[in-house]
């Protein structure tokens, strides 16, 4: 029975998915890092703040009980990117039995290809976090000492002055954290949930959180941040932040950076009558944003 150019694609792939499969994943997925990740089913996600209530007043005796309204604070909008990529092999490769070598070589580089931008696409969230060309829903960047709220006040997730990665900017951070407020003014309590750096500060990370007395000094004092299980799930280097000085934490207030999957990676093959090349793409399609700034905690260091 002779086989047919189709079936001999449908022979092929498996083994590409497979190859596709492996390269991609030994490349990292440093985005499930910072983001959460939800799935969607529309051509763009929007996604909407409350400001919940303000706090129970008393209720005097005969008196009437006090109504409050909840209001939008913001709404945060998300618009899918389609990331796709292919490369073909020539009937002629094919007729000098150069198809083996080549499929495999081109698809560890597809999936190379795919990862890096998905990469470089979730960090720029984070490398573009203080410019006021990148605002969220609420009008102003990501990382911004004016944050504004519905009762009028701010909330301010970065320093005032920039400062770099040491024991005094992190327990500051920390503190700084565990005073925001909701849309009403109500504490929320935050805490952080682990420190992001590039690769050039993952040794002082690794220090700062990990030693059990304190740091750079002759003191015989504990280690607070260490003690206190102040930044339970420790740091992650994240190697596609461009800000060498940055720094970052994650905090635990939900609905913070977010990643929607609209389509998830999915490989074809097909041949093309009129050339005999055989053709193999790779396709996805998703977003990366923020839909509550106070998600996220940054600093783009002194220097």
């Given at each position: 029975?002779?086989?047919?150019?189709?079936?001999?694609?449908?022979?092929?792939?498996?083994?590409?998915n497979a190859l596709?499969?492996m390269e991609?994943?030994?490349?990292g997925?440093?985005?499930?890092?910072?983001y959460?990740?939800?799935?969607?089913?529309?051509?763009f996600?929007?996604?909407?703040?409350?400001s919940g209530?303000s706090a129970?007043?008393?209720?005097?005796e005969?008196q009437?009980i006090?109504y409050d309204?909840?209001?939008?604070?913001?709404?945060?909008?998300?618009?899918?990117e389609?990331?796709?990529?292919?490369f073909?092999?020539?009937?002629?490769?094919?007729?000098?039995?150069?198809?083996?070598?080549?499929s495999?070589?081109?698809t560890?580089?597809?999936?190379r290809g795919?990862?890096?931008?998905?990469?470089v696409?979730?960090?720029?969230?984070i490398?573009?976090?203080?410019s006021?060309?990148?605002?969220?829903?609420?009008?102003?960047?990501?990382?911004?000492?004016?944050?504004?709220?519905v009762?009028?006040?701010?909330?301010?997730?970065?320093?005032?002055?920039?400062?770099?990665?040491n024991e005094?900017s992190?327990?500051?951070?920390v503190?700084?954290i565990?005073a925001w407020?909701?849309?009403r003014?109500?504490l929320?309590?935050?805490?952080?949930?682990?420190?992001?750096?590039p690769?050039?500060?993952m040794?002082?990370a690794k220090?700062l959180?990990?030693?059990?007395?304190?740091?750079?000094?002759?003191?015989?004092?504990?280690?607070?941040?260490?003690?206190?299980?102040?930044?339970?799930?420790?740091?992650?280097?994240?190697?596609?932040l461009?800000?060498?000085?940055?720094?970052?934490?994650?905090?635990d207030v939900?609905?913070?950076l977010?990643h929607?999957v609209?389509t998830?990676?999915?490989?074809?093959?097909?041949?093309?009558?009129?050339?005999?090349?055989?053709r193999?793409?790779?396709?996805?399609?998703y977003?990366?944003?923020?839909?509550?700034?106070?998600?996220?905690?940054?600093?783009?260091?002194?220097?």
């Amino acid at each position: 029975m002779a086989i047919s150019r189709a079936q001999l694609l449908k022979e092929l792939l498996p083994g590409l998915n497979a190859l596709f499969g492996m390269e991609y994943a030994s490349y990292g997925e440093e985005h499930k890092e910072l983001y959460e990740v939800e799935s969607s089913e529309r051509s763009f996600e929007e996604e909407t703040k409350l400001s919940g209530f303000s706090a129970a007043p008393v209720k005097n005796e005969g008196q009437a009980i006090a109504y409050d309204n909840a209001q939008e604070a913001w709404t945060a909008r998300y618009n899918h990117e389609t990331i796709a990529l292919g490369f073909s092999i020539t009937e002629e490769a094919i007729e000098d039995n150069l198809y083996d070598s080549l499929s495999k070589r081109y698809t560890k580089a597809l999936a190379r290809g795919m990862a890096y931008t998905k990469q470089v696409k979730a960090a720029a969230v984070i490398n573009n976090g203080f410019s006021g060309a990148y605002v969220g829903g609420d009008g102003v960047a990501l990382y911004s000492t004016a944050h504004p709220l519905v009762n009028g006040g701010t909330n301010s997730n970065t320093f005032t002055t920039q400062a770099d990665l040491n024991e005094t900017s992190l327990e500051a951070a920390v503190i700084q954290i565990a005073a925001w407020t909701d849309e009403r003014g109500l504490l929320i309590a935050a805490k952080p949930r682990k420190l992001i750096v590039p690769p050039n500060l993952m040794f002082v990370a690794k220090r700062l959180l990990d030693t059990e007395l304190r740091v750079g000094t002759t003191d015989n004092d504990i280690n607070a941040l260490k003690a206190m299980g102040s930044i339970p799930e420790g740091y992650k280097v994240n190697h596609f932040l461009t800000d060498t000085n940055g720094w970052y934490l994650i905090t635990d207030v939900p609905n913070g950076l977010k990643h929607f999957v609209r389509t998830p990676l999915a490989n074809s093959m097909d041949g093309d009558f009129d050339t005999g090349n055989v053709r193999y793409k790779s396709r996805e399609r998703y977003s990366f944003g923020w839909s509550d700034p106070l998600g996220t905690f940054g600093s783009a260091g002194a220097s």
